[in-house]
């Protein structure tokens, strides 16, 4: 899931080079016109999870498609997105993040990416929040979403057992887990300080429990920086640093380092995606997950639909009705079948069979609440105060150097 920044200065630099013109061709489903390559950049961060998903999908494609060729490659991330941009050497179809982040919009604003609805893409299935996010100023320029994926908390369920621990059903319950697992001895959570988003995921995690009003204040145009509850989030972040909940050095390990002692059973928890289900299922113990519980007791999960299909288009692409026509079938029933039932993610459409019992667990929130993240991007500012708290007031709540009330003015002056 990464989400790095392309500079809005790269990408004005190189858009000078796009020309508008695109060539047609033929997209039949036989063999009988000439057949054409297209290079597809899929996501090399995910590769572990998905390499079987897409090997079995662009099969799929290859035998109903047979005349257009594909080269996939697992080199889409945004750094190597970057390069290409420089050098004008985009592939054909790329991965993208639709509106998780900003990249998407600045790729389209400036000129990266072939505008979709002249393909007339099938809209009929997909709920609206499926077409908001592949879209930038009303155009569509990715494939639709068809699974909510999202942040949440694994925890090892012998571990749980062996202490009497039931899975935890407010915020109370949660805190008193750690606080008994750390008095047996036992590392409570697995945390990757070290890591930019290792580090952010539980913060993703409690905010739409404990500081969801906060949240749709500032969605709906609230910059007067009071946000208690977003304040009272960063101290118990900080707070749980410093008490040894994430370990006894919380910076001292990276993302990869904090899922492998979480599978090797060396901490009870570790907060992960949906994503990684696959991941976690290998585990030689029982494991169980869970939404966090608000003070409440409501169960949040956090908006944010699965960017696993969703490409776009180059607009420089020699082929862009092949292209499109990759990227309208990783929307289509047979492609998101294949990947239900590789993969434990929920799904926002009724016609997709799912018999994982792991996604009857991932079910089980009562509300979808903001993604912090998300809501910080979505600011109408030039400043990027999502940066500034992903990249500067998390690392010093984490080291304790900034209380919760200072990281609320650290981004508030950024929006």
């Given amino acids: 899931m990464n989400m790095r920044r392309i500079g809005k200065n790269t990408l004005c630099l190189a858009a000078a080079v796009l020309f508008s013109g695109v060539a047609a061709a033929s997209c ?3 063999g009988d016109s000439a ?17 079987r998903v897409f090997d079995e999908i662009n099969s799929a494609f290859s035998a109903e498609y047979p005349a257009i060729k594909l080269d996939y490659q697992y080199s889409g991330s945004f750094d190597a997105l970057n390069v290409a941009v420089q050098s004008n050497s985009l592939p054909d179809v790329f991965w993208v993040q639709g509106n998780k982040s900003t990249k998407m919009a600045e790729l389209a604003r400036a000129g990266f990416l072939l505008p979709l609805d002249q393909y007339a893409p099938d809209r009929s299935r997909f709920p609206p929040a499926s077409l908001e996010y592949a879209m930038v100023d009303g155009v569509t320029y990715c494939t639709y979403p068809c699974f909510i994926d999202y942040a949440l908390v694994y925890y090892n369920a012998d571990i749980f057992a062996r202490y009497g621990i039931a899975k935890p059903r407010t915020w109370g319950d949660f805190v008193a887990a750690m606080e008994t697992l750390l008095a047996a001895g036992i590392t409570p959570v697995a945390f ?11 913060v993703q995690v409690m905010a739409a429990a404990i500081a969801d009003d906060d949240l749709e204040r500032i969605k709906d145009g609230d910059e007067s920086g009071n946000y208690p509850q977003i304040a009272e989030l960063f101290d118990y972040y900080r707070e749980f640093c410093a008490r040894g909940y994430f370990g006894k050095n919380p910076a001292a390990q990276n993302g990869d380092s904090s899922q492998l002692a979480f599978l090797n059973g060396q901490a009870a928890m570790i907060f992960d995606g949906t994503w990684n289900s696959t991941v976690m299922k290998q585990t030689s113990f029982r494991t169980g997950c869970f939404a966090m519980p608000g003070k409440d007791g409501t169960r949040a999960a956090q908006s944010g639909y699965s960017n696993f299909n969703t490409y776009a288009v180059s607009r420089k ?77 998390l690392p010093a709540l984490m080291t304790g150097a900034m209380t919760g009330a200072e990281g609320v003015r650290a981004f508030t002056a950024e929006m």
Avoid: C
């Fill in 28 to 30: 039949k489903k036989g």
């Fill in 35 to 51: 057949a054409v390559t297209i290079k597809v950049w899929g996501d090399p961060d995910n590769q572990a999870v998905l390499e």
């Fill in 192 to 202: 990757g300080g070290a890591d930019e988003w290792a580090r952010y995921w539980p």
């Fill in 317 to 393: 692409t020699a082929h862009p009705e092949e292209a499109f026509t990759y990227v309208e079938f990783l929307g289509t029933r047979e492609a998101q079948q294949i990947m239900a039932n590789h993969l434990a993610s929920i799904p926002v459409i009724g016609d997709i069979t799912v018999n994982d019992p792991m996604v009857a667990e991932f079910s089980g929130f009562d509300k979808v609440g903001n993604n912090i993240y998300h809501v910080l991007s979505g600011v109408d500012t030039s400043g990027r105060p999502q940066d500034v708290f992903h990249s500067s007031v």
